[in-house]
Structures are given as C-alpha cells and as structure tokens.
C-alpha cells in the first residue's frame, strides 16, 4: 500500500516548456487535489476533484489543467510553464469530502522554472 | 470566507518540554474539521491529528493533543515532552462543509527543539 504516489521528484524546465506532473493513489479515495507550496505562503490549492471525471478550481488555478479519468490518478499539466510556477507541488487525496475526512499528501515534486 | 492564521512564524522549545503551537480560524460553516500536519526538513506532509467542530473531548494522539475552543476559534496544537525528532514545520488546516469541502491552510509555524 504505497498511498499517494508522485513522479518526478525533482523537475527544471525551461519558460514556455510543457509538462505533466504525475499523481496516483492506491486508497481507493475519491477526493483528491494539487497544493502548491511557497515560502510563508503555505499551500494553495490548485484544482480539485471529487470523483472521476469531475474536477474544480482552487485558489490559483491559471497556467494549469487537470483531468480525472480514473480513480487512481490526477496529473497536473503545466501548459506553458513560466518562472511564477516554481514552486514545490503536492498531490493529496482523501477518502471523500466530508470535513471530517483527512487529506494524505504524497511526497511532492520540486519545480523549478528558468 | 475560510481563514486559518498562525501568529508565530518560528517557536524555540527545550527538549522534554511542552510547546503550544498556536491556531484561530474563521468559518461560517456549521460544521467544520481541523487538522495539523507536520512538515520535516525532507518535505513530506505528515498527517498528525484531526478535530471535529461537534467534538465534545479535545482530541489526542500519543504525544500530540489539541486544544479545542470553539468559542474563541481556537485549535492549538500541544506536544509534549518534545523530542529532536519534533523540528519541523506546523500547519494548521481546516475543512468546512460548505466551502466546496476544500482543505484550507495556515502559513505554518517552525518548531526547533534545543537540545
């Protein structure tokens, strides 16, 4: 039972350069969300899903897309990727969206934007 | 809207000693959970303990309890008989049932343990 699982750990890219952070979980759990992370900023929610095929926006959503095609995995896609994006992206699921369900985080991935 | 503050940017405390690490937040949600994770030196987001808003008994986990008071808004994590192993970054978190059921978090605290 691995949880949350997320690859690459480590990523540099160059401005305008397209990639796809991946995110699985084996919990079987139907939320599941991607937080970016700055310095004294804590996290901030990106985007958002409650199930397969259904996914939101979250605090600063621009410059990035989602899709949920299965239960297991949310990658996140960086569309044109831009120096602002670096930042250390985590992935989390949770059982459901109860308030009183808990959100697991995977290890994160390291971004850096040059 | 949702708004969790944490006032103290980083915290000292002596090894085996107690620290409160400090949590207000602000809902209009009738029904809300609270968690702190911790945060060490390697990045990860560990998951520490979970309060409810209808929770009558503060809630506890090993060394760590919370110190739950719904009138001030108040959810301060302790941990006792601090141990090396406890340097870390805090966060505090909340989750409402009418916001979306979005996670929303504090900008942390840092807790150093002296030796």
């Known amino acids: 039972n691995a949880g949350v699982t997320q690859t690459p750990k480590f990523q540099v890219l160059k401005t305008g350069q397209s990639m796809t952070l991946q995110c699985a979980q084996d919990?079987?759990?139907?939320?599941m969300s991607w937080y970016r992370q700055d310095p004294g900023m804590g996290l901030r929610l990106i985007h958002y899903?409650?199930?397969?095929?259904?996914?939101d926006q979250g605090e600063v959503p621009n410059g990035y897309n989602v899709s949920r095609s299965t239960t297991e995995d949310f990658p996140l896609r960086l569309l044109s990727a831009a120096p602002s994006q670096t930042s250390v992206y985590f992935c989390a699921a949770s059982k459901g969206a109860l308030s009183t369900d808990t959100q697991y985080f995977g290890p994160g991935t390291r971004l850096t934007v040059l | 809207a949702q708004k969790i503050t944490q006032t103290q940017p980083g915290m000292f405390v002596q090894e085996k000693e107690a620290v409160t690490l400090d949590c207000t937040y602000d809902t209009s949600d009738p029904s809300y959970g609270l968690f702190w994770y911790k945060q060490p030196s390697s990045g990860e987001m560990i998951f520490l303990i979970y309060q409810g808003s209808y929770d009558q008994q503060n809630a506890t986990e090993g060394r760590y309890s919370l110190n739950f008071q719904k009138a001030r808004k108040s959810a301060n994590l302790v941990i006792s008989a601090s141990q090396l192993g406890d340097s870390a970054m805090y966060f505090c978190a909340m989750r409402g049932s009418n916001t979306g059921n979005q996670f929303y978090f504090g900008t942390g605290t840092s807790l150093t343990v002296i030796p």
């Open positions: 919990m079987n759990h139907e939320y």
């Open positions: 899903s409650v199930g397969a095929g259904i996914t």
